[in-house]
């Protein structure tokens, strides 16, 4: 079983072009993010995030054995724990997706959304490491989101591992792991989506694994819809050999390619996966 914990939307594609993807790339689940990064959505325009989680709940409305929706709310915006509140109540919204862009995770008003989330039992996939704004990186620290224990429950991943501060998001992680924190009761996981070049990947991998260990580890493929299945596949097809090379089998692989990021939303599994 695949699931790609990291999807974006665009507000360009359609459920049908979605679904064939997943099945041409051999995905079985997607988490599908709202759109934010590509016009007419943008995070500093409130209602255009309004307007895309509305989207997003249309577009995966009746496939919940499939695509489960992210929202996005930016707490720079005063109404945002009221507009998550909103967008939980939308068909298909079953998570939180959030960018640090001029404001730090342990800000008021970060914590005023996460009350929220934690109330309403919708996790949160972060951002962490350097943001293709070229701007917004010094917010993104993976340090700063250890706020998140404020808000016992509240279940969270910090996306890219941290990247280029991936020993600092393993040390966030090892925490739990010291304290015998086992890793489904833990509040963090982290994604394995391509935040490290190349020529970071297999060290970084390799690392995360020994520190952390694959049960806080998920597959997320961080590509734009719409795309062919054979884009996607390019993603899994890269950690699959990375996985490989360093021995990862068994339910070790099956945690990171699926098993920790169904647990992380509480999915249940089909009758025989794995």
């Known amino acids: 079983m695949i699931v790609d914990a990291h999807l974006h939307t665009s507000g360009r594609e359609t459920t049908a072009d979605v679904l064939q993807s997943l099945d041409d790339a051999g995905v079985d689940i997607a988490f599908l993010l709202a759109p934010f990064?590509?016009?007419?959505?943008?995070?500093?325009?409130?209602?255009?995030?309004?307007?895309?989680?509305?989207?997003?709940?249309?577009?995966?409305?009746?496939?919940?054995?499939?695509?489960?929706?992210?929202?996005?709310?930016?707490?720079?915006?005063?109404?945002?724990?009221?507009d998550l509140e909103e967008a939980a109540g939308l068909p298909g919204i079953r998570a939180l997706k959030m960018v640090p862009t001029g404001w730090y995770p342990y800000d008021d008003c970060a914590h005023r959304v996460y009350a929220v989330a934690a109330r309403l039992d919708l996790p949160i996939l972060f951002h962490s490491g350097i943001f293709i704004d070229g701007r917004s990186g010094r917010f993104c620290r993976p340090s700063f989101y250890e706020a998140v224990r404020d808000h016992p429950g509240l279940r969270v991943t910090l996306a890219h591992?941290?990247?280029?501060?991936?020993?600092?998001?393993?040390?966030?992680?090892?925490?739990?792991?010291?304290?015998?924190?086992?890793?489904?009761?833990?509040?963090?996981?982290?994604?394995?989506?391509?935040?490290?070049?190349?020529?970071?990947?297999?060290?970084?991998?390799?690392?995360?694994?020994?520190?952390?260990?694959?049960?806080?580890?998920q597959f997320g493929s961080d590509r734009f819809l719409p795309c062919s299945g054979a884009h996607i596949r390019a993603a899994l097809d890269e950690v699959g050999a990375i996985l490989d090379q360093l021995d990862v089998e068994g339910d070790d692989r099956n945690a990171i390619m699926s098993g920790t990021a169904m647990d992380w939303l509480r999915l249940r599994r089909p009758q025989g996966g794995k």
Request: glycine fraction near 8%; charged fraction near 25%.
């Open 37 to 82: 990064l590509t016009p007419p959505y943008s995070l500093v325009d409130r209602e255009s995030l309004r307007a895309g989680n509305r989207y997003l709940s249309h577009l995966v409305k009746g496939h919940s054995d499939r695509l489960v929706g992210f929202a996005v709310v930016n707490p720079l915006h005063p109404q945002s724990a009221d």
């Open 161 to 217: 591992l941290g990247w280029p501060w991936c020993d600092e998001a393993n040390a966030v992680g090892v925490i739990d792991r010291i304290n015998g924190v086992d890793p489904a009761e833990s509040q963090f996981r982290f994604d394995l989506s391509f935040g490290p070049p190349p020529i970071y990947r297999d060290e970084v991998f390799r690392k995360a694994i020994d520190v952390i260990g694959p049960r806080s580890l």
